[in-house]
């Protein structure tokens, strides 16, 4: 059963406009989520973070919000450069510090 | 600091055999998980380690063991090999001791292939 799910497996957008990408949940005792990035044959990379108790954290051109109510978050990066190009997982943590992966969307930055 | 280190990176078995994959933590980090991604499935949850204990475990069956050494380096094995265990082996550490660890640190993972 997928506790975090990533509705879209793939997303293309234009350098320099916004790029939304989406994920929801189905545990509400989740209190903590992440974004990472991965490129191919890399290990994924800690991107963003935030705690349920906030609904919205941002880092340079990466904003995360958080939706409690409608359990869903999602990952703005505005602007898009093509270096953005990679797989997105967002993650959330439950109980005994287990984290629950979604299955990525892949995200295509056009110049 | 050297990041996580996840040795072979990649490696070919047929099925039946068994297969050890090794990772080493960022030095300090005492939490080491392991994942199975898989095109489609995202990175599935396998366990977890600290400090010599297995914590948490996934929903995978026997086949998939590990251990984790007093050095926090960490093993995981899958014995009798099908077809469908191909996937990327994926190990992270994290830093806190105890359930405050709130960032996974990933290595560039194990690639197996089942033949």
């Known amino acids: 059963d997928q506790q975090v799910k990533q509705n879209s497996p793939s997303l293309s957008v234009q350098e320099g406009r916004i790029s939304i990408l989406n994920c929801d949940y189905t545990n509400s005792m989740f209190d903590y989520f992440l974004w990472y990035k991965k490129y191919p044959a890399e290990g994924p990379t800690f991107l963003i973070s935030i705690s349920s108790i906030k609904d919205k954290n941002e880092d340079g051109r990466f904003t995360v919000f958080l939706n409690k109510s409608a359990k869903h978050l999602s990952l703005h990066i505005v602007p898009s450069q093509p270096g953005d190009s990679a797989v997105y997982f967002c993650?959330?943590?439950?109980?005994?510090?287990?984290?629950?992966f979604g299955t990525g969307t892949s995200l295509t930055v056009i110049p | 600091k050297a990041g996580v280190t996840q040795t072979p990176r990649y490696l070919i078995k047929t099925r039946g055999q068994q297969v050890t994959l090794s990772c080493s933590p960022i030095s300090g980090h005492r939490s080491v998980s392991w994942y199975q991604q898989t095109p489609g499935q995202g990175l599935q949850f396998l366990f977890e380690y600290f400090s010599e204990t297995q914590r948490n475990k996934g929903n995978f069956p026997g086949r998939f063991s590990g251990r984790q050494f007093s050095n926090s380096r960490s093993e995981m094995n899958v014995s009798t090999l099908e077809l469908g265990d191909s996937a990327l082996y994926l190990c992270?550490?994290?830093?806190?001791?105890?359930?405050?660890?709130?960032?996974?640190?990933f290595g560039a993972g194990s690639r197996l292939t089942v033949l």
């Open positions: 992270a550490s994290s830093a806190a001791g105890g359930y405050g660890a709130n960032v996974l640190t």
């Open positions: 993650a959330a943590r439950g109980t005994g510090n287990q984290f629950y």
